[in-house]
């Protein structure tokens, strides 16, 4: 099956900096999404991005799909954004990473 | 319509007890898909159902998980004979086709 690693597993940051989370796949999938779970354990969508780039107010994820690979890009962090975020690629079913945990610091 | 349900949303079995969760999907989605989540790590694929019939299961899963969906509605995981190993949170998605999924609120069980 297909495999997906996120980078890096950790990332600390202080409040207002810039961030980029990785999310590089072994095959090709045919569509691709990123999350944020919440500290209640639930997978919020963030981007649903089979390809090309796209922006929700701080946040923005581009993928290249013929690379495998895709971005999230966080940027002038909050405390709020702290929490897991994981990429997924569909190929039938979605596989997951394990996950980049984001702490920002007041 | 309001997303993805999952009930409940913690349970707490003694070992060797059988538990049923339930998942009611977006209601014009025909996939459903169940994952399990330990601490640390990302979802893994459990089984997934297009309408009422179940088109794949991962090898996770043993003969004491059973999961259904009558109807192609909701959609119930059963796991008989729970051991500690079982503990984690149990997450539904459902989707239409092969387009962005929307995942429930998960179901966090804790065998004791």
């Known amino acids: 099956g297909i495999q997906v690693e996120q980078s890096p597993p950790d990332l600390i940051l202080q409040e207002g900096a810039n961030s980029t989370l990785r999310c590089n796949f072994s095959?090709?999938?045919?569509?691709l999404q990123w999350f944020h779970q919440n500290p209640w354990g639930q997978l919020i969508n963030l981007f649903y991005?089979?390809?090309g780039t796209k922006q929700n107010g701080r946040l923005s994820a581009t993928t290249v799909a013929t690379e495998r690979y895709s971005l999230l890009y966080i940027s002038s962090s909050q405390t709020t954004d702290s929490g897991v975020y994981f990429c997924a690629g569909n190929a039938g079913k979605s596989t997951f990473g394990d996950g980049t945990t984001l702490t920002v610091k007041p | 319509d309001t997303g993805v349900s999952q009930n409940p949303r913690h349970k707490i079995t003694k070992r060797g007890q059988n538990v049923t969760f339930r998942c009611d999907p977006i209601?014009?989605?025909?996939?459903l898909y169940w994952y399990r989540q330990t601490l640390g790590q990302g979802p893994e694929f459990l089984t997934y159902?297009?309408?009422?019939?179940?088109?794949?299961k991962s090898r996770l899963l043993s003969d004491r998980f059973s999961a259904e969906r009558p109807k192609g509605s909701f959609s119930t995981l059963e796991i008989q004979r729970t051991e500690q190993g079982d503990s984690a949170m149990y997450l539904c998605?459902?989707?239409?086709?092969?387009?962005?999924?929307?995942f429930g609120q998960g179901t966090r069980l804790t065998v004791v």
């Open positions: 991005i089979p390809s």
């Open positions: 159902f297009q309408n009422e019939a179940q088109l794949e």
């Open positions: 209601s014009e989605h025909n996939r």
């Open positions: 095959d090709s999938v045919n569509n």
């Open positions: 998605a459902s989707r239409m086709g092969d387009t962005e999924a929307f």
